[in-house]
């Protein structure tokens, strides 16, 4: 029975930072098992296609520190910043030497690209594929280790008792199961929080944060929450996300008349705030690759040509790419230290879902990758090899509570549809909550926000099947995009000043 | 516009561009019982694929039109509605030793890492092994996901341990391919999995194995082993 294991650690999530953790906990010999709510290549990690930033020499590493730090207004930590970037040659050498292809140059060097807010570059990938690949080589090292993974099993709560981590609830997807998972450790990797903004986000509809939610439910510290990155391009309509190294390679935005606007290569809230001024303005804003012509295009960006292919039926060799700005990437979230520690013992916070102060206000192009890699093998560092004496959950509440919560939404009547909440949530956080931001939007979102959980709490889910039931994963998860996007508006309303990808129209100074 | 999923007819009326689009129509709307999986929406976390009219396909990167006939993936159990069992996953590319076994330290060259290009795009969406007629009837075969991620492995200029993989694909593995390549056909990476598999009939005979059907119908004939044409020399075969 899994309850009455003990593991030395769980690790909520399989994407990047989850494998490279497990990866890394197996190596140090310990009982390590990871919960993903999906199967482990489904996660978040396989769309990231740019690159992962790797200073060439020393210099550039002070380059790479300072624009990084530059790039998150100050809010990034130069201790954390500095040992992310002072690792990324050996993280780089680590993931070739497990098997990621990454692309070479003529000489037989792993090749490197601009991204946008880089002095140099510093972007290593595999086509535009980079995150798909890395994604999958870790997978098959996992399969190589043998680590155990509990798929489909979707995190509810963190037990915590005495400011210590004894475990976690989760619902069995395929059997609506509330089961309880105990360890001496956790660490979080759950991703972010894109899907709060459903609809307009290139996130997968799995970023839900749930594991940030779970956070702040069990009082674990969270920051920065208002901090949401919006990619400057995703494709009109579908909200598919076309990397910047389309631009790292030489694209160009135009608007409808065919002139370019806004250097390219700025960061991103820049660029995403440039394009999307024009768009409020009722202009159409689009990436034009047609002058880097075929070849090029084949050879640095298949993906993105595959995908303005089938999205957006367009040859972008041929023809101008019409694309909008959509939320991308959570730089806050579960607060931790250099370390990955939460303030709470034994549990750890990695990747998007956390907020070790790398990113601060905007995170640059190729750091996200990097930030998962670098800070899974850092977390499972700082767990003790130590043989500590568990101590056993003294209270099952936790559990009860959240087999009852499941129990009684899988018996209630219901009147409301919550899909229709789910539009309206999605639609309120994009709009007010988007890329320009001012109080009187923020208020209105707030008590918009309130007034749909209190929806929330009346509808229900019509399916109540208990094999596979969706609608009851979606239901949760939309509970805690609401819980989240409420903490949002919260922190968004608190910061009046514009700082990255916060930006208060409303800040006069 | 009408779809049948399943077994049942739904009428749409929005107007939805994909097949994901239009499960998720369904499911807000009319029958929230309806159920599938998805992720990504961009053809590249590999949860969604379905079987249209006969094919498979990833429903987010697939077009919807009226008469679509959806299905869940075949010769795996379905556990409810479009959602199939996927846990023989890790157990087939376990089998096919679908990693890097032993660094060879090679230093890698842009041909090198072109060679493996196109077979580390795939994104485990199970398409190959819903069309494979092979596994359709033997639950033990290797399979194509996994046949294809140890040739990536066996090309990788990284890899100091090739015969191991070799080793590890004889037995329910290469040979029991029949060669028909529907899994080239559904892979939506555009993987030409049949061909990995013909090249690794030929790596397998230059480690001195030979097809077990050619060499029975041979026996105590001395070839001398050390080639492989990718097909039997006998028999009809649709592919050539």
Redesign the interface.
Known sequence: MMQDHIYDLIIVGSGGAGLTAAIAAKQKGLDVVVVSK??P????T??AQGGINCAVDQEDIKAHIDDTLKSSRGLGDIDVISLMCNEAPSVIKWL????V??????N?NIAQRSLGGASSPRACY??D?TG??IL??LY??S??DGIE?I?EHMLLNLIIEDELIKGITVLDI?TSEVKSILAKNVILATGGYGAIYDGHT?N???STGDGVVAAIRADVNVSGLEFVQFHPTSML?????ISESARGEGGYLVDQEGARFVDELSPRDVVARAIYTKILNGDKIYLDLRHLGLEKIMEAMP?ER??AL??SGIKIEDELLPITPAAHYSMGGISTDINCRTNISNLYAIGECANINVHGANRLGGNSLLEIITFGKVAVNSISNDNIEYIAPKESYILDSDRAKIDTILSSDVES?F?DI?KSLSNVMFKDVGLFRDQSGLDEAHDIVINIGGQYKRSG???K?R?????LVEYLQLGNSIELSLKVIDAAQKRKESLGAHFRSDDES | MNLKIIDKQYEIEEKVDTILAALKYIKSSSNQELTFRSGCKSGVCGSCAVVVNGIEKLACTTSCNDGDNIQALKNSQVIKDLVVDMSHEAKRLQNATGYLNINSNSSILQEDEKLIDIQSNCILCHSCYSSCPVYEVNKDFIGPFALTRAYRYINDKKENDVKSHVDAIQTNGVWDCTLCGNCSMVCPANIDIKNDIMKLRNKSAQHGYMDPAFSSNTAGMDFGGGFDTGTPDFGFNPNF
Request: charge should be positive; avoid cysteine.
């Open positions: 999906t199967l290549t489904h996660s978040q396989s769309q070739d030497e497990i098997g292809p990454f692309s070479r140059t003529v037989g595999s086509s594929y798909l690949k999958h080589t098959d090292r399969i190589k993974f798929n395929n290139t997968s509809i799995a309509g579908s909200s598919v996300l993906q595959d995908l089938k999205f549809n899909y789910k889910i019509k399916d099947s094999v596979f039931n969706t609608s």
